[in-house]
């Protein structure tokens, strides 16, 4: 039976360190982090265009034509696993269109998080989110029609508004896809952090969930990935702006975009 992994989740969340993780420890895999190059972007890649089509009018034609494409390649690998922890798939219809894989194999999907404030922290250090070139290449737009979460009051907030934002828009979205796919046939969820997945412990739960039982002993752990030194100076005066902003919508969480319907017809998901 094949296997093929993706991840869903915001990125800054250890979609590296995971690919590099589950390369070094799943037998007869082919395992990218993101596929890019020149000639990538609409091929192995979503580029601008299906990101935004698929954000602003849902699953057309267009974006269906890139995951038929995309997937019946995939589908066609030799290996029991396929790994592709880029965190743009989800955000560009991957999950509305996963009929060319359930019909080989089992698709896992990974729900990856991370701290939101170390998230923030990283977002801010690439200095991401802030353009809209940026937003619809590599993430979400605030303003797009199908977004789960409203972002009116936390992009109010600036920056570190929008990153949150961000976070629970994602988070819905995973929430919500899990609803719909809860339970299908070939289709598996497994929530981690990445804060879990440092351990021995943790790698070996999700080795286990993917079916390659591994003692923590004997889990090959790579190293930190994508650490460097902070390029964007937060003083403590706004990091604590920042906890409290994270610990506000804990206790008290933005309202859901109503008009939005994950499950409407123009979006339907086919498995």
Known sequence: MKNFVFTLTTGRSGTKYLATLLEQNLPDAECHHEIQGWDRFGVDTPDVSHMTL???AGNVEK???FWRSKLTRIAATP???YVETSHLLMKGGLVENLAPLT???TVHLIALERDPYATIVSLRNRFDLVDKANCWLWYLDPQYPRNLVRSHDLVAEGINGVCLWYILAIRARVARYEELLG???RIAFHR????????AEG???LLHALGVPTHPAKARMPGPENIGRLLVPIEPAEQSRIRRLI???QSNPPRFAGAVAMADPAVRISV
Do not use: D, I, K, P
């Open 79 to 81: 290996r029991r696993f």
């Open 183 to 185: 339970g299908q046939r």
């Open 103 to 105: 019909a080989e194999g």
């Open 203 to 205: 790698a070996s739960r």
């Open 247 to 249: 610990a506000s919508v």
């Open 63 to 65: 974006v269906q034509t």
């Open 54 to 56: 698929f954000n602003s």
């Open 192 to 199: 981690f952090s990445l804060e879990e997945l440092r351990y």
